[in-house]
C-alpha cells in the first residue's frame, strides 16, 4: 500500500512537545495534536505491529468527518494499486518456462498488457525469445539487468502494462528490488520462473529472497532421469564448477534425491581415481 505513517522528527515522549502527523498519500492530511493523539504517539513508538495497527485505527476514528472520507477514498486508490508477485521455481527441466507462457498467454487472452523479460546470458534457443525446452516460444526482452527495463520499452509503455514475466530469474541480481517496486508501487503483476538452488543445492541467485513477499509460491518437479521417481534437484554430469554454467542436458539431468547423492558420490570417486593416475603418470614421467 502506497500510503503510510510518518512522524515529525521533533517527536518525543514528552507530553508537552507538539507534533503533527502526516498521512502521505498523493495529498497530506493533517491530524492535529489531541491528548488523545499525544498516547497514540507513545504507542506508535512500540516495535509492536498490532499496536501500530489499533493506534492507526483510532488516529482514523478521531479524524473530522470530512478528513475520513478522503482517508477511506485513498485506501481505496491504494489497494486497486497494488500489484501481486508469483514465484515459480524448480530443477531444471521441470517445465517453469512453459508454465510461465502458459500464465502469460492466459493473461494476454484476458486482454492484459504483458512483456516478458529474460537474462541477455541465456543464449541457448534465441536471444530475442523465451523458448521451453519442447519449442514452444514467444519474443520477450533479452536484458542485463531489470532496472533498464523501464528505460528500454519506454516510461510511457510501462505505465500501460499490467503483466511482467521474468524468465531465467537466478540471474537478476537486481530481482528483489524491481519485483518489490514493480508490484508494490506500480501496480504491476510479476511472474518469476527460475531455479531456487543450484548444482551443489544452494540458494541460487536472488529466487528465494522474493519469496517472503511473493503471493504465491509454486514448486514443480521433473522425472529422475534415473529412475522415473519425482525429481527435486539438478545433477551436473561435467567437472565444471562455476555456478552460472548456461547448458542443457549435455551437462544437466533432473534426479531424485537418491540419485543425486550417489551421482555426487561417483562424481568424487571418479575424481580420485583420476587424479590418482594423474599422479602416477607423472611419477614415471
Request: charged share 25%.
Amino acid at each position: 500500500m502506497k500510503s503510510f505513517l510518518t512522524f515529525s522528527p521533533t517527536l518525543s515522549n514528552s507530553a508537552a512537545t507538539p507534533f503533527s502527523c502526516y498521512f502521505l498519500s498523493h495529498q497530506s492530511i493533517i491530524l492535529r495534536k489531541t491528548s488523545r493523539h499525544m498516547l497514540a504517539a507513545k504507542s506508535l513508538q512500540s516495535p509492536n505491529f498490532l499496536s501500530r495497527i489499533s493506534v492507526m485505527h483510532s488516529l482514523v476514528n478521531s479524524a473530522k468527518p470530512s478528513n475520513l472520507d478522503r482517508i477511506r477514498s485513498m485506501y481505496t486508490e491504494a489497494a486497486s494499486m497494488s500489484g501481486e508477485i508469483h514465484v515459480i521455481v524448480g530443477p531444471m527441466f521441470a517445465g517453469k518456462t512453459t508454465t510461465l507462457l502458459r500464465r502469460i498467454k492466459l493473461e494476454s487472452s484476458n486482454g492484459r498488457n504483458v512483456a516478458i523479460i529474460k537474462s541477455n546470458k541465456d543464449t541457448r534457443y534465441a536471444l530475442d525469445s523465451i523458448v521451453t525446452h519442447d519449442g514452444e516460444k514467444l519474443p520477450c526482452w533479452p536484458l542485463v539487468d531489470l532496472s533498464s527495463f523501464r528505460q528500454r520499452l519506454g516510461p510511457e509503455a510501462y505505465d500501460k502494462l499490467e503483466v511482467i514475466g521474468i524468465d531465467e530469474a537466478q540471474f537478476f541480481e537486481d530481482l528483489y528490488d524491481f519485483c518489490s517496486k514493480a508490484a508494490d508501487h506500480d501496480g504491476k503483476t510479476i511472474i518469476v520462473a527460475g531455479l531456487d538452488g543450484d548444482y551443489l543445492r544452494r540458494s541460487f541467485g536472488g529466487v528465494l529472497d522474493i519469496i517472503p513477499i511473493a503471493d504465491s509460491v509454486t514448486k514443480l518437479t521433473a522425472r529422475c532421469e534415473l529412475c522415473g521417481e519425482r525429481a527435486f534437484f539438478t545433477l551436473r554430469k561435467t567437472e565444471e564448477t562455476e555456478t552460472e554454467l548456461i547448458a542443457g542436458a549435455e551437462v544437466y539431468m533432473p534426479v531424485c534425491r537418491k540419485h543425486y547423492v550417489s551421482g555426487q558420490v561417483v562424481k568424487v570417486a571418479a575424481r580420485t581415481v583420476l587424479e590418482s593416475q594423474k599422479v602416477q603418470c607423472s611419477s614415471i614421467l
